[in-house]
């Protein structure tokens, strides 16, 4: 099933934050059925710095090739703002394909952009973003490849500017629609009363963001149709390595620690070493 014809169904669609392979296998061995690559996930984790624009196309498109060959897993994948003008948006498009996405979600805010929960944003016009979402369109391989249209007009221009945008966004071509952390319950309700039986809505749970944390029934409930947890993963993962270091810094053992990890051999069943090998082995002519 593509991930358009599962965005028909009116059962919401939870998309976890990954940004390795490893994180995507648990996720997937976890049982979701989609996942969010998220451009801030990559920054924190890569780069070891903030989600204001730093991270490459090309750091984006490498690490979905990397997830892409271990799970088969529709990936929504984070373009940034196409990262320039609508040329460029069509050469991520076309790169972010190649590497195994299935959905693009590009946003309204300047080239460097910052975290849609961050101050101090900065939009271009409503009809470049337009120009954006038609030449992606354009420029598509698959028309099963999504697009996103994120409008981060809420903290810049005001709620009721923001809708004015997404309605230019869906005139566009957009496949779906990401308005960027309404700050309250009404909001969502406004947002999905105007689009909710029109497009798929997406809404994004940050962990201290702007948007209150909704649960993702709740969100069906509201009439959203994909909810993403885009850093959960990275802010679990960073409060329990900031615990190790420290763990391991004072006893110089990691055995205080060890009910809190894998061993060896544990993290080996995670990720399915023993069945690797012995696939390796029917091809290495050992059997003959």
Not at 36 to 61: H, K
Request: proline share 3%; hydrophobic share 45%.
């Amino acid at each position: 099933m593509s991930l358009r014809q599962r965005l028909q169904q009116d059962r919401i669609l939870t998309a976890p934050g990954v940004y390795d392979g490893l994180t995507a296998a648990i996720a997937e061995q976890a049982g979701f059925e989609a996942l969010y690559l998220s451009g801030a996930a990559v920054a924190y984790t890569r780069l070891g710095r903030p989600d204001i624009g730093l991270t490459s196309v090309t750091e984006m498109a490498d690490t979905m090739a990397l997830i892409r060959d271990r799970v088969e897993l529709p990936v929504i994948i984070d373009a940034d703002t196409g990262f320039g003008n609508a040329l460029n948006a069509q050469r991520t498009m076309r790169i972010y394909e190649r590497a195994g996405a299935n959905a693009l979600q590009v946003e309204d805010q300047t080239y460097p952009k910052r975290c849609g929960h961050l101050a101090d944003k900065s939009l271009i016009s409503a009809a470049e973003m337009a120009g954006k979402i038609t030449a992606m369109a354009d420029a598509r391989a698959s028309t099963d490849t999504l697009i996103i249209a994120r409008t981060d007009a809420i903290a810049v221009e005001g709620f009721e500017a923001a809708i004015e945008r997404a309605e230019r966004y869906v005139e566009a071509g957009a496949d779906a629609l990401f308005i960027e952390a309404p700050r309250s319950g009404e909001e969502m309700a406004r947002i999905a009363d105007r689009f909710g039986t029109r497009i798929p809505l997406l809404a994004n749970m940050v962990e201290g963001g702007a948007t209150p944390i909704s649960s993702a029934r709740d969100l069906e409930e509201a009439g959203f149709s994909i909810v993403i947890f885009p850093g959960g993963i990275v802010r679990a993962l960073a409060r329990t390595a900031v615990d190790y270091y420290a763990s391991l810094g004072q006893h110089g053992s990691n055995r205080p620690f060890s009910d809190r990890m894998f061993d060896f051999s544990g993290l080996n069943d995670l990720i399915g070493t023993a069945d690797m090998l012995a696939t390796g082995k029917r091809y290495d002519g050992s059997g003959d």
